[in-house]
């Protein structure tokens, strides 16, 4: 924010605002206008299963600090209610439920996201809730990394078997 004397309680809103979107690994900016409280209380609880957060921040606001940041919006984007969403856990698992509620409740609309510091279209957000969760990505790595171990394991085992004796189960005869 300027050097210019500004009254004390915008410099609060200013830096909630900045501290709120500082050191997240993603935002995403979504319309909420015309949702009940009883909804936007719902995707409230959703995201912090997530462990992501939604403010409702005035769009003069989101623009001062993205500035601040060296981030531009594409025109249009910061027009009417804006929630921002963010967080800093799986950004395709917030990805799917942001999509998922925008799905269930017709009134409500993505705008826009943010990731480290690149803005990305609403198309793009619906893309990354279309991808596996870090969970899974991690599940099948280590389910990759651990086949060949194993294949290695059941060769050698079967090499300590054939010496000891021969192996445990005997290999059907190729005559017919």
Do not use: C, H, W
Not at 4 to 30: H, T
Not at 124 to 138: G, M
């Amino acid at each position: 924010m300027s050097n210019q004397k500004k009254r004390p309680e915008v410099v609060a809103i200013y830096n909630e605002v900045s501290e709120f979107l500082n050191g997240k690994a993603f935002s995403f900016l979504l319309n909420f206008g015309g949702l009940t409280v009883a909804q936007i209380a719902d995707l409230r609880a959703q995201l912090a299963a997530k462990e992501a957060d939604m403010m409702v921040i005035k769009n003069t606001f989101i623009a001062k600090v993205a500035a601040d940041q060296g981030i531009t919006f594409p025109e249009g984007i910061l027009v009417g209610p804006t929630a921002v969403i963010t967080g800093a856990g799986d950004i395709a698992d917030t990805a799917k439920t942001v999509v998922d509620f925008v799905k269930k409740n017709d009134k409500a609309s993505i705008k826009a996201g943010l990731m480290e510091k690149n803005v990305i279209s609403a198309a793009e957000v619906t893309t990354l809730s279309e991808l596996i969760s870090l969970a899974a990505q991690q599940a099948r790595l280590l389910g990759t990394l651990q086949a060949p171990a194993s294949k290695m394991a059941r060769v050698l085992q079967a090499k300590i078997d054939a010496e000891n004796g021969g192996a445990t189960e005997e290999a059907p005869s190729a005559e017919a």
